[in-house]
C-alpha cells in the first residue's frame, strides 16, 4: 500500500512540475508578443505621421504647380502669336537663321540693310534651293536701328584696402588706395580725387562703413560743393549714396568727412566709391 502512495505523490508532483513550466512558459509568451504588437504600432505611428507629410508636401506642390500654369497662361495671353514666326522646311543641309521685317521679304542678302516700305530697316538671307532656312519675324518692340556706342569710355572703381581702413579727420578727402577699374585715367590714388576727362552725364556711387561707436558723416562733393550725403550711425552698419551729376571736363568729385570727430572706416574693401560716363 505504501508503495502505492510514494507512486501517486511521484506522479503528482511531476504533474504539478509540468503544470508549473508551461504557465510559465505561456506568460513569456504573451510579453513577448505584447512587445512586439508595440513595436509594430510604434513602426506604424512613424509610417502615419511621414504619409501625413508627403501629402502635406503634395499639397504645395499642386497649389505651386497650379499658380506656375496661371502665370504661364497670363504669359501666353500677353505674347502675340504673330510676334514668333517660325517656320523649317526639312532638308539634309545646315539650318540658316534670317531675320526679316513684317513684310517677310526675301529681297536681300544677309549683308544688306535698309529700310523696307514700312521705314522698318531689315535683313535677310535668300534660300537656296533645297536649302532649310529658320525665319524669325522681328517683334514690333524691338528697335530696328541698332546703333554703335562710340566715343570716350570712362569709369573707375576704387576701395579702401588696409587693415585698419582709414582714421579722417574734419573735412578730410578719402584716399581710397585699392583701384580696381580706372578706364580714362579720371581718379588719382595720390589725392582721392575723379577729374572728369570728357564733358558728360555720371554717376557716382559711395559706399562706406565705419567702425562700432563711430559715426561717419561724409558727402560727395562737386568742385567743393556739397552734393550728397552718406551717413552712417554708430551702429556696425554700411551707408550708401549715389548721385547723377552733370560734369564739365576738368570737374572735381570726391568723397569727404565733415564729421568734427574722427571717423575710422572699415577696409578689406568694405568702402568703396565708383563712378562713370552714361
Not at 552734393?227 to 549715389?242: E, F, L, M, W
Not at 551729376?245 to 570726391?254: I, T, W
Request: charged share 20%.
Amino acid at each position: 500500500m505504501m508503495f502505492w502512495v510514494a507512486i501517486f505523490c511521484v506522479v503528482s508532483l511531476t504533474v504539478d512540475c509540468s503544470v508549473g513550466n508551461l504557465n510559465e512558459d505561456t506568460v513569456f509568451d504573451v510579453r513577448d508578443i505584447k512587445r512586439i504588437l508595440t513595436e509594430h504600432q510604434q513602426q506604424i505611428d512613424t509610417i502615419n505621421k511621414a504619409n501625413a507629410i508627403l501629402v502635406l508636401r503634395m499639397n504645395v506642390m499642386e497649389e505651386e504647380n497650379r499658380l506656375m500654369k496661371s502665370k504661364l497662361a497670363n504669359v501666353k495671353c500677353n505674347v502675340p502669336e504673330e510676334e514668333l514666326n517660325l517656320q523649317t522646311q526639312p532638308n539634309d543641309g545646315p539650318v540658316k537663321p534670317t531675320i526679316t521685317t513684317q513684310s517677310g521679304s526675301d529681297d536681300a542678302t544677309m549683308d544688306e540693310y535698309g529700310p523696307d516700305e514700312h521705314g522698318q530697316r531689315k535683313m535677310t538671307k535668300r534660300n537656296a534651293p533645297g536649302d532649310s532656312t529658320l525665319h524669325l519675324k522681328q517683334p514690333h518692340y524691338i528697335r530696328s536701328d541698332i546703333r554703335t556706342i562710340s566715343g570716350n569710355q570712362v569709369g573707375f572703381y576704387v576701395t579702401l584696402r588696409g587693415l585698419r581702413g582709414v582714421s579722417l579727420g574734419s573735412h578730410q578727402t578719402i584716399p581710397f588706395d585699392n583701384v580696381v577699374t580706372n578706364v580714362g585715367n579720371g581718379y588719382s590714388k595720390m589725392n582721392g580725387i575723379f577729374s572728369a576727362p570728357v564733358d558728360g552725364i555720371y554717376s557716382f556711387t559711395a559706399i562706406v562703413r565705419s567702425y562700432m561707436n563711430s559715426e561717419a558723416h561724409l558727402i560727395i562733393t562737386k568742385n567743393g560743393e556739397r552734393i550728397g550725403n552718406v551717413y552712417k550711425g554708430d551702429q556696425d552698419r554700411t551707408a550708401t549714396c549715389t548721385a547723377v551729376l552733370v560734369l564739365n571736363a576738368g570737374d572735381h568729385v570726391y568723397v569727404q568727412n565733415t564729421n568734427a570727430s574722427v571717423t575710422d572706416l572699415f577696409g578689406f574693401d568694405y568702402s568703396s566709391f565708383s563712378g562713370f560716363l552714361i
